[in-house]
């Protein structure tokens, strides 16, 4: 079963770098024998109107230029293209498969890691929102309701406050290194 899929060569296409499938999307073939994979007409089509991939929103290499996507880690560097043929060992191949195991294990925990990383920033924002909105709208708050939502509003600046001293002290360290 594993030999059939060593024997496949998977591509990434062109413009979006999405993995293509052998008997899949399109080739185009430049004057200068330059090879170009599409998964689709959508990538083709972009890729001939000279779209810039890291201008295009949905596109891999937008992700990464972004930060949206972890771009150097070394988990990234075992699905790297090798042309080189290895001769069958089934010792080797054992051991491949158990190392390709463990890599996707720790892939998987740094990607979940720089999400939440992240993600942080974006908690903050979405809670300055709610304490902007709360000000401005106490109004519509019930009589008995207010002395809460008022030290709950407190508590949330006083929150956002000393997250921002944090990242402060943070990048003061880090400028030091």
Known sequence: ????????????????????????????????????????????????????????KWTKAFRKAAGKEMANDK????????????????????????????????????????????????VEVETQADLRVLNQQLDWVPEGQKETVEKNIKAGNAWLKKRAADRQKLKASNKKK
């Not at 999405?18 to 185009?28: E, L």
């Not at 191949?93 to 920033?121: D, G, P």
């Open 75 to 122: 988990t990234l560097q075992f699905e790297k293209r090798r042309n080189v043929p290895v001769k069958y060992n089934r010792e080797l191949m054992a051991k491949t498969l158990r190392a390709m195991k463990r890599v996707e294990e720790i892939k998987e925990r740094r990607v979940k890691a720089h999400y939440a990383k992240r993600m942080e920033v974006s």
């Open 1 to 56: 079963f594993f030999a059939f899929l060593l024997a496949m060569r998977i591509e990434k296409c062109s413009f979006c770098g999405k993995p293509v499938y052998p008997g899949h999307g399109s080739m185009y073939v430049r004057n200068d024998a330059k090879i170009f994979r599409f998964c689709g007409s959508k990538c083709n089509k972009s890729f001939k109107k000279k779209m810039n991939p890291l201008k295009t």
